[in-house]
T-cell receptor, first 114, second 110 residues
Framework: DSGVTQTPKHLITATGQRVTLRCSPRSGDLSVYWYQQSLDQGLQFLIQ???????AKGNILERFSAQQFPDLHSELNLSSLELGDSALYFC?????????????FGEGSRLTVL | TQLLEQSPQFLSIQEGENLTVYCNSS?????LQWYRQEPGEGPVLLVT?????EVKKLKRLTFQFGDARKDSSLHITAAQPGDTGLYLCAGVWGNNRLAFGKGNQVVVIP
């Protein structure tokens, strides 16, 4: 158990819909990362938050947005969903803001868009 | 274009055999990590290598960082079914950016 909690574990929805994925980081961790994993693209970095502020942005689509709340939990919002958005979405956390040290991953949220 | 290329993408071997998988790039990394991901779970860190030429051992797993810090290898001795998983390398480069490879899917057959 990494200490990172993601909900829901599975989600099936239709094209054009909007979903919200939730992440609670490990206790004490200030940084939250969101990744998308698909068979053809691998693990792609979407966005990082540190102590409530956006820290770094990766390959995140404009239809996607995220935020980190004062209690440090984070949400990833995916809107106008397309078939190609079907993937595993991982949240990861670490204490600091720099990319050093271990990233602790949740078990992921599997999104299926029909 | 992937910053980190992992090969082979898929490898299936019998229990007891040895295997080596690779993580290559044209970029120089300040550090490189290896993670293992099992079905239904998130990646879990195995090791971090920092110095060019560094070799680290974790039981039957041997990790090597290339002298030029552009590549790495993972060697598993006497593989066991519990070694089955997706092995991901991740490199820190440039302005403290982190990138993952697509992974080496290893299946160890009992």
């Amino acid at each position: 158990d990494s200490g990172v909690t993601q909900t829901p574990k599975h989600l099936i929805t239709a094209t054009g819909q909007r979903v919200t994925l939730r992440c609670s980081p490990r206790s004490g961790d200030l940084s939250v990362y969101w990744y998308q994993q698909s068979l053809d693209q691998g693990l792609q970095f979407l966005i990082q938050y540190y102590n409530g502020e956006e820290r770094a942005k990766g390959n995140i689509l404009e239809r996607f947005s995220a935020q980190q709340f004062p209690d440090l939990h984070s949400e990833l919002n995916l809107s106008s969903l397309e078939l190609g958005d079907s993937a595993l979405y991982f949240c990861a956390s670490r204490f600091g803001s720099a990319n050093t040290g271990e990233l602790f991953f949740g078990e992921g949220s599997r999104l299926t868009v029909l | 274009t992937q910053l980190l290329e992992q090969s082979p993408q898929f490898l299936s071997i019998q229990e007891g055999e040895n295997l080596t998988v690779y993580c290559n790039s044209s970029s120089v990394f300040s550090s490189l990590q290896w993670y293992r991901q099992e079905p239904g779970e998130g990646p879990v860190l195995l090791v971090t290598v920092v110095t060019g030429g560094e070799v680290k051992k974790l039981k039957r797993l041997t990790f090597q960082f290339g002298d030029a810090r552009k590549d790495s290898s993972l060697h598993i001795t006497a593989a066991q079914p519990g070694d089955t998983g997706l092995y991901l390398c991740a490199g820190v480069w440039g302005n403290n950016r982190l990138a993952f490879g697509k992974g080496n899917q290893v299946v160890v057959i009992p």
